[in-house]
């Protein structure tokens, strides 16, 4: 409309509706928070999904909220309140029937009393005796039907949803004789699944038949084992969580309600359900209680929520090899916890899918891992992080200015000359012999045309990280610092350094070499035992791989060797305090690492007094250098010596 004025500005009505729901690479860096302060990587990206981003709508909210429900339906009532009514419904028909007889003066009548007066006090065989007896009072004969007619609906319509809705399993026969055949035909049909027959027509025919006794409108046959297995071990749960007693009871009571037909059928469907679901809870009995009596569908459904959110809190749980949130079924967190809470789990969802999409996680056997791209992401911060309590100044340049081939290119050229095998400058040869004989095509070249690239040869190293994966890093709290500090040198040499080559190794009572995720994913070894030995002797096979680049080997490490590899059969053999043979293996590797000429620098965590000898030993034997750093620093401390051992080369 003409004269309408529209004012545009920031939105101030809450969060931004278009916003995205999380920040993929704020989730990526709150777990890389967690690894370099130490944490275990699997369990830092389990724990991103368990809290939720931001810290809510995680998984351990939503179990939480499982489990409060789950100790309501816990409280919901008395599961034998079958029984309860059926007493109460048998009780009303002998006072009914008694007050007839006591107005008749016949012997009959005084029969009939006796009969009463020796009823046995078990509901289920007293209805059971009186299914023969001839009622005088009508009013008793109902309330005695009642039984029958009222548990008999109770099963068949926990077991058959579609009775509330078509017919009602009565006193008549004929609708007897109609649930009979319906469930013969279902036994039939799941007869021929469990024979891994084709039962595609048989479905589509018991459907069109018997389609009314199932509202959900099952798709196929294995849809409506399903619904009806779930029903059946709710059923069984129920009699399960009975005592013997009431067990007992309920199952005469359903044997005389139900007629030997309908009980046959129902049975035998049962072990059809059982033998086709065998993964169902069916031997599991609840303790529920409550003072409010159940009937049989109010028990067996209140058996089967505390069921679904069993099963709703082992998918939330995510523990089994290979989880992933795809195992939550959203329709069921819907149906228990509500909307919202299902919402939360597309979320997370979508979370963990973007993760995997952009390249940040990727999935193994063990399940969720950071990928190489979110560990460059993190040694990055490891990095910025050591370069932060770095004093201003140069940083390690180490440039050697040497013509040669093997080298980076400069920016500058010069003419080539006899022997040279730097790479040619194309655009500066074309152009000087442009000059020298004009511009015709084709353009003429000369011997004096050609120019070289200039490049820089920068000096080489091979660097072996030694670091110590013993228990005691993590209990005194070295074990983020050393992570940090391994990142950091590794993210530093890739980028600034490729042409150096790096290899972590991690020593406990063994050593063996890791990779930077191996690294970021590995756990303190528990056993017992520092095997400096075996770690200096993969240092020295990684230095022999790389025999034209500058040997160096760092060591972190807070305790003294209590290891070395037995020679006979390569066994780590570990004593307190360290053995002499122990110190003897560990000190011939540091000679054959100084012999090869290996720079051998110690950086010592802790105060133990016999680390520091041992430590300052090594140090002056191999004409090494030793650090004591707190943990803190320790990351400083590695990567200022090494740049400041390239700057020197």
Known sequence: MAGNRFRYGQWRGGPDPLAPPYDVREAVDAVGAEVLAGGSLRESLRDLLRRGPNGRGGLDELAARARRLRREALRRGDLDGAVTRARALLDQALAAERDELRGRDDDGARFAEAVLDNLPRSTAKAVQELSGYDWASEEARRSYQQILDGLRDDVLGQRFAGLRDAVRASADPAAQQRMAEMMHDLNDLLARHARSEDTTDAFAEFMRRHGEFFPEQ?????????????????????????????REELAGLMRQSLGDRLAGELSTLDEHLRALRPDLRWGRGERVRGEQPLGYGEATGALDEIAELDDLLDQLDQEHAGATLDDVDVDAVARTLGRDAADDVRRLRELERELRRQGWVSRDADGLTLSPKALRRLGGTALRRVFADLTAGPRGQHDLRSAGAAGEVSGASRPWEYGDEQPLDVVRTLTRAVRRAGPRVPVQLAVEDFEVLETERRASAAVALCVDLSYS?????????????????????????????????????????????????????????TNLQHALRLAGRHLRRHPDAEPVVLVVTDGEPTAHLDPDDGEALFHWPPLPETIEATIREVDRLSRYGATLNLFMLGDDPGLRRFVDAVARRSKGRMFTPDPDDLGEYVVSDYLRSRQSR
């Open 218 to 246: 099952p798709k196929d046959v294995d849809e409506l084992v399903d619904v009806l297995a779930r029903r059946a071990a709710a059923g069984e749960r129920l009699m399960r969580s009975l005592s013997d007693r009431q």
């Open 473 to 529: 890093m993590i209990s005194q709290g070295r074990w983020g610092p050393m992570k940090q500090t391994a990142l950091a040198l590794s993210h530093l040499m890739a980028t600034r350094f490729p042409q150096d080559a790096l290899q972590i190794v991690g020593f406990g009572r063994q050593a063996m070499p890791l990779t930077q995720q191996e690294l970021a994913g590995i756990d303190p070894d528990l056993e017992q035992g």
